[in-house]
């Protein structure tokens, strides 16, 4: 059974940064991707950015040049590199992992395994 654990979220001020890690118990290169996702309350849960075994990247475009999402694979380790917070990225940061054949890029219930979760909160 594969085991996400993310840290890093927090309290931090609007322009702010914060890098969330997400530490994989198995070996990241094996899944098709490893996702951030975020749910504010009263919203659906929705992909921000994501890391392809082949190291492609996709950034929602509200985040995009602001996010980065990077991987360390020998130390199975995801990050999600926030700058120039804005109060709309409050939210739960999830991190996820998605199967092989599994299509990444389809919403939440593509991603097989998930983290507990990191609260991010941006104030003015």
């Known amino acids: 059974q594969v085991q996400l654990v993310e840290s890093g979220g927090g309290l931090v001020q609007a322009g702010g940064s914060l890098t969330l890690s997400c530490a994989a118990s198995?070996?990241?290169?094996?899944?098709?991707?490893m996702g951030w996702f975020r749910q504010a309350p009263g919203k659906q849960r929705e992909l921000v950015a994501a890391i392809t075994s082949s190291g492609g990247t996709y950034l929602k475009d509200s985040v995009r040049g602001r996010f980065t999402i990077s991987r360390d694979n020998a130390k199975n380790t995801v990050f999600l590199q926030m700058n120039r917070l804005e109060r709309d990225d409050t939210a739960v940061y999830f991190c996820?992992?998605?199967?092989?054949?599994?299509?990444?890029?389809?919403?939440?219930?593509?991603?097989?395994?998930w983290g507990q979760g990191t609260q991010v909160t941006v104030s003015s």
């Open positions: 198995g070996d990241i290169f094996s899944f098709n991707a």
């Open positions: 996820a992992a998605a199967e092989s054949g599994r299509r990444w890029y389809g919403g939440a219930d593509q991603y097989d395994y």
